[in-house]
């Protein structure tokens, strides 16, 4: 398992951090731009390829944990902390962190959010727990000036130990206007997917590992409305093999087991081109094809988050302040 990442650890750049928190997010929104957030009101910004960073706390969140951060240039990012109650927030920055702006606190104590997607820089959804049955659904079109709870008429009831995960920021996805795709863990492992922007929603089952509340599926991605990929596994079990990989081609109706081996706990996935790369507590991974059995590359590392850029730069994050950038497309 561990050949490989001898082999080619030559070709990942470790970056020097400016922190030592534990980093949970990560967005790439251009070659040049990366934002990642984590523990103590932290957040991260570079501007030249992750060659140098600066930290900082947003003012009044020290003791929040942002688990997910969506950049779109060098001065627009969100930030959402996950917590119990109150503790689950989102901020909005404008001008590069020197001011943010508190655009929504959960008010149900029940409630936790786990992580946020954008179709656009006005429109987002974000993604709770269940409380009473039903998932809760939070969405903006103005940019978060204005967050509206989703109504609970067309989404399924999750089922008694079915939660989602905030471990990455990556639990929900969208693509294109109006898809939206958010992945499920615990007593089972299922994508509940929308085509309408979440007015009206489908559920599907998956081959992911499920059971304990500490498994299930921690990431989703979509390269195109059809093409998707699911990770995750039993994050206290890091080094169990799967299935802990599946993919699907018929836009998360059906999914089927990656047949890579050998599998560990993902906490991260996310596209670049058609390659799938993964990461998590025992290893990162490249794979070129869901099809193969074997990765095209590890490396043992202990990361939390990971994240690509349109044209293919890729950064994942971890404990520790841990920064690594990922060779370039080959």
């Not at 990366?34 to 009101?41: D, K, L, P, Q, Y």
Request: one cysteine or more; charged letters at 20%; hydrophobic letters at 40%.
């Amino acid at each position: 398992m561990f050949f490989s990442a001898t082999v080619f650890a030559q070709t990942l750049r470790i970056q020097p951090s400016p922190t030592t928190e534990n980093l949970r997010g990560i967005s790439t929104p251009s070659h040049n731009v990366a934002w990642a957030s984590g523990t103590h009101g932290t957040y991260l910004r570079t501007v030249d390829g992750g060659s140098t960073w600066l930290a900082a706390q947003v003012p009044g969140a020290d003791a929040l944990d942002f688990r997910d951060v969506e950049a779109f240039n060098a001065d627009v990012a969100y930030l959402l902390a996950a917590g119990p109650g109150d503790q689950s927030r989102i901020y909005k920055t404008t001008d590069r962190g020197k001011n943010w702006s508190l655009q929504f606190t959960n008010h149900e104590p029940k409630g936790f959010f786990d992580c946020m997607a954008f179709w656009d820089r006005n429109r987002g959804i974000a993604l709770g727990d269940p409380v009473e049955g039903k998932f809760e659904l939070i969405t903006t079109t103005d940019g978060g000036a204005h967050w509206k709870a989703a109504s609970p008429a067309g989404l399924p009831p999750a089922i008694d130990g079915e939660g989602a995960f905030a471990a990455s920021g990556t639990c929900i996805a969208v693509q294109g206007k109006k898809n939206v795709w958010f992945a499920t863990g615990g007593k089972v492992a299922r994508v509940i997917r929308s085509s309408d922007a979440g007015k009206t929603w489908e559920v599907a089952e998956t081959p992911i590992v499920h059971g304990p509340d500490s498994a299930g599926i921690f990431s989703i991605a979509f390269r195109d409305a059809k093409h998707g990929v699911i990770a995750g596994g039993n994050y206290k079990q890091p080094d169990k093999d799967g299935p802990n990989l599946a993919v699907t081609d018929d836009g998360g109706r059906t999914w089927k087991e990656a047949a890579v081996s050998p599998q560990s706990y993902f906490s991260a996935v996310a596209y670049r081109a058609q390659q799938i790369l993964v990461a998590g507590t025992a290893q990162a991974a490249c794979l070129h094809d869901p099809a193969r059995k074997s990765w095209r590359k590890t490396w043992a590392l202990n990361l939390n988050a990971l994240s690509v850029s349109p044209n293919g730069f890729a950064i994942a994050v971890g404990p520790k302040g841990a920064i690594v950038l990922f060779p370039p497309l080959d």
